[in-house]
């Protein structure tokens, strides 16, 4: 008698056996990888933890008290002896050697509008204190028109930010900066709210070292406050 196929019994007998070695061969796959990683060289990679390291700037200033404004400078700087004149003015230097370092110097109500510079920075009178219109201009001989100056001509009218100021074209090798604002040439009123007393103020830097810092002066204007 023919048969179509083979007997049931022998079939699943095969599927059996199939099902086995495909077990077979994935547990010998599955044990093959645990044998690669197991015996694979471990390399531990230690990774240093991060080191912070704190800058911390000389930040340590001294306060100096005037009869109608207080300052603050850096400690390692020094006041200079008020000169026999004119002039109502402060003076403070960080080296003995005036051209060995820097020099600010404050002019109070006797202003000296002849007094040119090389640098213009334009500030605010904010009643008692002083805000600032951005940093120092680039020395103003490199803007302004080119004019014949003779041995006695004090400056040259030059303008920074809209504002007035006297550029000392004849010594453009000087690093001296110089306040103006919109309340005239070399000056900047403030007011002395113990007295009600408006006062008059120029305030210059001088720097003579190689890398000129002039956060030193921002940093004194801005300490700026009146009695």
Known sequence: MYQAGQPPKRKRRRITWLVIILIIILLLLLLGLW???????????NQAHAQSSKVTFNSATKHYDE???GIDLPATWHAVP??????????????DQVTNGQVIEIFEDTIPTNFSVNRALIVNGEVNHLSLEGG????????????????????????WQGV???????NTQRDVIGTSSTDGVNT??????????????????????????????????QSVRMN
């Open 67 to 69: 009869p109608d404004f």
């Open 35 to 45: 044998a690669r990683s197991y015996f694979r060289p471990q390399t531990t990679i």
């Open 136 to 159: 120092a201009s680039d020395n103003c001989a490199q803007y302004t028109k080119p004019v014949h100056t003779t041995p006695n001509q004090v400056g040259v009218q030059a303008k």
């Open 164 to 170: 007035d100021f006297l550029c000392d074209q004849g």
């Open 82 to 95: 008020r000169p026999i004149g004119p002039y109502q003015s402060y003076s403070w230097q960080s080296s």
């Open 188 to 221: 900047v009123i403030l007011l002395n709210q113990t007295t009600g007393k408006k006062h008059k103020f120029f305030f210059t830097y001088s720097d003579y070292s190689q890398n000129p810092d002039y956060t030193i002066f921002y940093n004194a204007l």
